[in-house]
């Protein structure tokens, strides 16, 4: 009996260790823009669960991140060119997830401009806008959006519609 209750329990708490909330991996990702170990520790944790669109676009988003924290150019490279691939592949998946887009969104606008990673800023900004309009998305994250989004360079029309958004 202990055998066959232990064989349940323990794939049980296996699996409460490794499933990581969407809001945690939201926070870690937050703070592995400035952690090195932080960004590293959200790789293993995100190489280890279903590769749903989400979690490959958050791989992405943190690759990205990661070239950040090396030094060597080549390393530095492949890091973004791999998250950027991961991070298309997950929005191809689920092309109207709001969040997928603004991490796309964000990494453009902060990317050097020498990697030419800009192609999608305006379109993603109308489908970011769009969605925060239409409730797509949890309250939490729109606050963070929001925030993010009033920084950037925008049209007195867009700043508008965030403020009505905000409301």
Known sequence: MWVKLTSLIIPALLWLFTETSKQN??????KSVESKQTAQNLLSILEKQDQ????LGYRGATKMVMAKHVFNPFAKL?????????????ISKDHNNVELIFLRYATQVS????????????????????GL????IDDQLAKTIISFMKQQKLTPQEVQQLTNIAQ
């Open 25 to 30: 991996i939201r926070l870690m990702y937050a």
């Open 133 to 136: 309009s239409n409730d797509q």
């Open 52 to 55: 749903d669109a989400f979690v």
């Open 78 to 90: 492949n890091y973004f060119n791999a998250g950027k691939k991961m991070l298309n592949a997950a």
């Open 111 to 130: 990317a050097p401009s020498i990697l030419g990673y800009n192609a999608h800023i305006e379109a993603d900004k109308k489908q970011i806008l769009k």
